[in-house]
């Protein structure tokens, strides 16, 4: 399986700061990587896709890079909304799909 | 509107089984690939498996943890999924979330719909 390490695990930020969450493959996945954000009792809502490919009606606050092993995840901006849980998850193997442990973004 | 919802959950004893359905609206659910997600409570996601459509061949993958005990189906008749759990464990508890599986002609696979979720909780 194709483990996702994800750091890092838990994030202090205040509102305007600019944010940067990484995630690691356990090998390469090309650009099958992507992330999504989690409100406590909600369900994941799909952010990035493709590595860079901001998904429709998702701010253009959010931005994602990277391809082969290494990605990360950038908030330009943070907003009051923006504290969630983010995960990775690869789509690399089509078979097995993995996520990372999640990083959960604080207010500080 | 695209909408997903699950239902089906509930407490069950170690060793019984529960059904999961997933009802599915606002778009062709005959073409999509279906998985179902979970989430143990206060730990991350981990894909449970999927189905294809049947025209894709309409076969399925399932996580190691699962295999052989889980059966993900499908009636495109009612637009609705369905995750047979079998032979329960109590590390299995968790919410089970349906989503589609979608893709943007190359980019992709990605999980864009997601239903609310459905608890399920295996205790004795």
């Known amino acids: 399986d194709i483990q996702m390490t994800q750091s890092p695990s838990s994030l202090s930020a205040s509102v305007g700061d600019r944010v940067t969450i990484t995630c690691r493959a356990s090998?390469?996945?090309?650009?099958?990587l992507n992330w999504y954000q989690q409100k406590p009792g909600k369900a994941p809502k799909l952010l990035i896709y493709?590595?860079?490919s901001l998904q429709s009606g998702v701010p253009s606050r959010f931005s994602g890079s990277g391809s082969g092993t290494d990605f990360t995840l950038t908030i330009s901006s943070l907003q009051p909304e923006d504290f969630a849980t983010y995960y990775c998850?690869?789509?690399?193997?089509?078979?097995?799909?993995?996520f990372g442990q999640g990083t959960k973004l604080e207010i500080k | 509107e695209v909408q997903l919802v699950e239902s089906g959950g509930g407490l069950v004893k170690p060793g019984g089984s529960l059904r999961l359905s997933c009802a599915a609206s606002?778009?062709?659910?005959?073409?999509?690939?279906m998985s179902w997600v979970r989430q143990a409570p206060g730990k991350g996601l981990e894909w449970v498996g999927r189905?294809?459509?049947?025209?894709?061949?309409?076969?399925?993958d399932y996580a190691a943890p699962v295999k052989g005990r889980f059966t993900i189906s499908r009636d495109d008749s009612k637009n609705t999924l369905y995750l047979q759990m079998n032979s329960l464990k109590t590390e299995d508890t968790a919410v089970y979330y349906c989503?589609?599986?979608?893709?943007?002609?190359?980019?992709?696979?990605?999980?864009?719909?997601w239903g609310q979720g459905t608890m399920v909780t295996v205790s004795s």
């Open positions: 493709a590595a860079s």
């Open positions: 998850q690869q789509s690399y193997s089509t078979s097995m799909y993995t």
């Open positions: 189905i294809k459509s049947k025209t894709d061949g309409g076969t399925t």
């Open positions: 989503t589609t599986e979608n893709s943007y002609g190359p980019k992709g696979p990605f999980f864009d719909i």
């Open positions: 606002g778009f062709t659910f005959s073409n999509a690939w």
């Open positions: 090998q390469s996945i090309s650009s099958y």
